[in-house]
């Protein structure tokens, strides 16, 4: 067990980190945000916690078959078939990919309510060109 000790860990302290942003997040009511128009306000923290839930559900997928695959067999899972490690690593990347397009629309739809404030440093004055 000691040698996938790090498959294990990587996914596991992912999910817990993700879980807790969610958890974060549906905290988050109209107070917060007193000048924001609460449909845009709603819409936008729909979207991000339904971004974020896509990692934590891809990020759940590899620690489950990871954790299943050494349960059930007895063998530490980086001696396993190195197929099922790449089939695991581009469902890992998909989704994360996928959680973060839908985090960039959220973040799109978080500046056009002014939920989120643009950071200074993209902030471009047209005479620097």
């Known amino acids: 067990m000691r040698e996938s000790c790090f498959y294990l860990i ?3 302290l992912w999910i817990i980190m993700v879980a807790r942003n969610i958890q974060k997040y549906r905290r988050l009511t109209l ?5 924001v128009d609460p449909e845009k306000f709603l819409e936008w923290k729909q979207a991000d916690i339904g971004a974020r839930k896509t990692s934590l559900c891809v990020s759940c997928y590899v620690f ?15 001696r ?6 790449m089939i695991l690593m581009i469902v890992l990347i998909v989704g994360l990919i996928i959680g973060f397009v839908r985090e960039m629309k959220a973040r799109k739809l978080g500046l056009v309510a ?3 404030k643009p950071s200074p440093q993209l902030e471009t004055n047209p005479e620097d060109f």
């Open 10 to 12: 990587f996914p596991l």
């Open 31 to 35: 107070e917060d945000y007193p000048d």
């Open 64 to 78: 489950l078959v990871i954790l299943l695959t050494e349960i059930l067999t007895g063998v530490p899972f980086s």
């Open 80 to 85: 396993h078939n190195r197929f099922l490690g």
């Open 114 to 116: 002014g939920v989120i």
